[in-house]
């Protein structure tokens, strides 16, 4: 079984801090990680192969060259192969532009019994590069998996948690999933697994490999643009309460419950 | 790829869900965005109906802005088939050719729409929290959270078309209906796009735990303040004396004190009760886009400069263990008298 799973490095979302002054983003000494949900994604991409009981698993990411440490993580964590994809023409590319760079990849490197991928990324939070991949792919795909089970050597059937509850849905290989933090449990890497991935040589690969016609691409090639980045407007003229005051403060939260026949 | 300037306005789709055959409320606030985009930029509003079997009447969204409604019954899209959907939404598109296609930022459009953004070719924003037309290019501003929820980017599409948007439910009102006439169409769809690759095996409903938060006037929410998961119970009493639900920031919902139902956010939820507490939330962009159109906002916290205060009506400046406390004594007290 050879599976696909696409991973993005994030920033470590806990440790961003704004400059209150200049309104900008404080990059300096912001660590970079995996985003969690491709954790998952991985994790259940090495148990089907177990499962299966011969595959191969490889990890494709697309970002500047330091996004070769989510790719050496993914490899202290047991996948088989790991593809950079990584150009100075991709960057700024938005979730179109990234899918058709991913999809193109898997193209080129495939054929794969199955992608998979965490169901969004949480910098971007978009949920959208893993079904705009399988569309220009044409495979079937499902999102929101939280449950799955190989249920024939052709088939897969997954439980995606939606609004109401559970959806089931059947899909045969070749097939794409993005995939909830439900999943599994992502395992630690092992010793082994770590002293591996320092050795590792991984695949790196920019748009001499891929081909894509230049105007698809990056910042130029992105349907959507950026145009204004802005600090969300106040919106109240807010009373303040502290210290002795808060006693005045209760009283007020009560007075409004009153006027609006909620007490 | 035309340029903006030969181009005519041809008009906005607001892509529908229907659930279980009757028209979602999201539906009905995108047609009211729409159509103020719609005053804004001189074009008509389109409003999407595909379902199996319609339990609601398929005109209904005209009272609220739509001047047409394409509506598409099929037996195969009586369950939510992500592929079908897919396919008769981008034929649609391509038929009918809109400028700005809006859709709900739920399970399903947040699956089906990129699908369709890469069949048709253009750009996708997803959880829109702000929709304007910029009256010097006409082109639509999309307003979303960045940045892990930090700041506010406003997104264009200048060149491909449509210009597509997702939007969370609750984002928007849902307009007074008025007394307007439109028109229901049943365009036809070549059956081939009601084939699919996948199987629909079944449903199971949950009773979702802190599910209604959205149907509730009063919603009380914690975050990381709270120090450990048992002071949840604190905001549960608060909650309970007034007939509300407990919300909860995503921080607290990552660390697992709490289920996901009640996340308030972009991530999660986005609610508009008539009093919305932030009880220890420091308030990230991401968790005010999920409650900032509450009537009321009354915000607790122990930092003076917490961004929470900046969106709240009252901010309590304190020891939330104090405040809280005392607040739900007071309300006992008004409530014996």
Same mark, same amino acid.
């Given at each position: 079984m050879k599976i696909a799973v696409l991973v993005k490095q994030v920033p470590d979302t806990d440790e961003v801090k704004m400059d209150p002054e200049k309104g900008t983003m404080v990059r300096e000494g912001v660590g970079a990680i995996m985003n969690p949900l491709d954790m998952n994604a991985l994790e259940a991409a090495l148990a089907l192969k177990r499962g299966a009981g011969d595959g191969e698993v490889t990890v494709l990411s697309m970002g500047p060259p330091q996004t070769e440490e989510a790719l050496r993580e993914a490899i202290a964590l047991g996948a088989d192969k790991a593809l950079l994809l990584t150009d100075r023409a991709f960057a700024g590319a938005d979730t179109w532009a990234t899918s058709r760079v991913l999809a193109e990849a898997i193209r080129k490197t495939g054929p794969f019994d199955l992608i998979l991928a965490g169901e969004k990324a949480t910098d971007g939070e978009t949920g959208q590069v893993g079904p705009e991949v399988a569309a220009m792919l044409d495979l079937p795909f499902s999102t929101y998996v939280s449950a799955l089970e190989r249920i024939s050597p052709a088939e897969i059937r997954v439980r995606r948690t939606i609004e109401e509850g559970y959806q089931y849905q059947i899909l045969s290989f070749p097939c794409l999933l993005t995939v909830l933090s439900d999943l599994n449990e992502p395992s630690m890497p092992t010793?082994?697994?770590?002293?591996?991935?320092?050795?590792?040589? #991984?695949?790196?690969?920019g748009n001499e490999t891929l081909d894509l016609? *230049? +105007?698809?691409?990056? %910042?130029?090639?992105?349907?959507?643009?950026?145009?204004?980045?802005?600090?969300?407007?106040?919106?109240?003229?807010?009373?303040?309460?502290?210290?002795?005051? #808060?006693?005045?403060?209760?009283?007020?939260?009560?007075?409004?419950? *009153? +006027?609006?026949?909620? %007490? | 790829m035309q340029t903006e300037t030969t181009r005519t306005p041809s008009g906005?789709?607001?892509?529908?869900?229907?659930?279980?055959?009757?028209?979602?409320?999201?539906?009905?606030?995108?047609?009211?965005?729409?159509?103020?985009?719609?005053?804004a930029?001189?074009?008509?509003?389109?409003?999407?109906?595909?379902?199996?079997?319609?339990?609601?009447?398929?005109?209904?969204?005209?009272?609220?802005?739509?001047?047409?409604?394409?509506?598409?019954?099929?037996?195969?899209?009586?369950?939510?088939?992500?592929?079908?959907?897919?396919?008769?939404?981008?034929?649609?598109?391509?038929?009918?050719?809109?400028?700005?296609?809006?859709?709900?930022?739920?399970?399903?459009?947040?699956?089906?729409?990129?699908?369709?953004?890469?069949?048709?070719?253009?750009?996708?924003?997803?959880?829109?929290?702000?929709?304007?037309?910029?009256?010097?290019?006409?082109?639509?501003?999309?307003?979303?959270?960045?940045?892990?929820?930090?700041?506010?980017?406003?997104?264009?599409?200048?060149?491909?078309?449509?210009?597509?948007?997702?939007?969370?439910?609750?984002?928007?009102?849902?307009?007074?209906?008025?007394?307007?006439?439109?028109?229901?169409?049943?365009?036809?769809?070549?059956?081939?796009?009601?084939?699919?690759?996948?199987?629909?095996?079944?449903?199971?409903?949950?009773?979702?735990?802190?599910?209604?938060?959205?149907?509730l006037d009063v919603v009380i929410s914690g975050g990381k303040g709270l120090k450990r998961p048992e002071s949840f119970r604190l905001l549960q009493e608060l909650a309970d004396l007034l007939e509300g639900g407990v919300g909860a920031s995503r921080p607290t919902v990552e660390a697992k004190w709490i289920p996901y139902p009640h996340q308030v956010g972009l991530s999660g939820k986005v609610v508009a009760p008539k009093l919305y507490m932030a009880v220890g939330i420091s308030g990230a962009v991401q968790h005010l886009a999920g409650m900032q159109t509450a009537q009321t906002i009354v915000a607790v916290n122990k930092d003076p400069e917490a961004p929470i205060f900046r969106v709240a009506d009252v901010a309590l400046c304190g020891d939330l263990f104090d405040i809280v406390p005392r607040l739900i004594e007071r309300i006992k007290k008004e409530k014996r008298s």
């Open positions: 010793l082994a697994g770590k002293k591996k991935a320092r050795r590792f040589s #991984l695949e790196t690969a016609p *230049k +105007e698809e691409l990056g %910042l130029s090639g992105s349907p959507t643009r950026v145009v204004r980045i802005s600090y969300p407007k106040i919106t109240r003229n807010t009373e303040h309460f502290s210290g002795s005051r #808060l006693d005045e403060g209760i009283e007020r939260v009560v007075t409004l419950l *009153k +006027e609006q026949a909620l %007490l | 906005i789709f607001v892509l529908g869900e229907m659930r279980n055959g009757h028209i979602h409320s999201v539906t009905l606030e995108l047609t009211g965005k729409g159509r103020e985009l719609a005053a930029r001189g074009c008509t509003v389109t409003t999407v109906l595909l379902g199996g079997e319609f339990k609601d009447d398929p005109a209904d969204p005209i009272r609220y802005g739509a001047d047409r409604i394409l509506a598409v019954n099929h037996p195969s899209l009586e369950h939510f088939d992500q592929e079908i959907i897919a396919k008769v939404t981008a034929h649609l598109i391509e038929t009918e050719k809109p400028e700005i296609v809006l859709a709900p930022a739920t399970t399903a459009g947040r699956t089906y729409l990129p699908a369709v953004a890469a069949l048709v070719n253009t750009g996708l924003t997803a959880d829109c929290t702000g929709l304007d037309i910029d009256p010097e290019t006409g082109l639509l501003l999309q307003t979303r959270p960045a940045i892990g929820g930090n700041v506010m980017a406003t997104i264009k599409t200048p060149n491909h078309r449509p210009q597509m948007s997702t939007v969370r439910p609750r984002t928007f009102r849902i307009p007074d209906p008025e007394d307007r006439t439109g028109e229901v169409l049943h365009p036809a769809v070549p059956e081939r796009l009601f084939a699919s690759r996948i199987r629909n095996d079944g449903m199971e409903y949950l009773e979702e735990q802190g599910a209604n938060i959205q149907d």
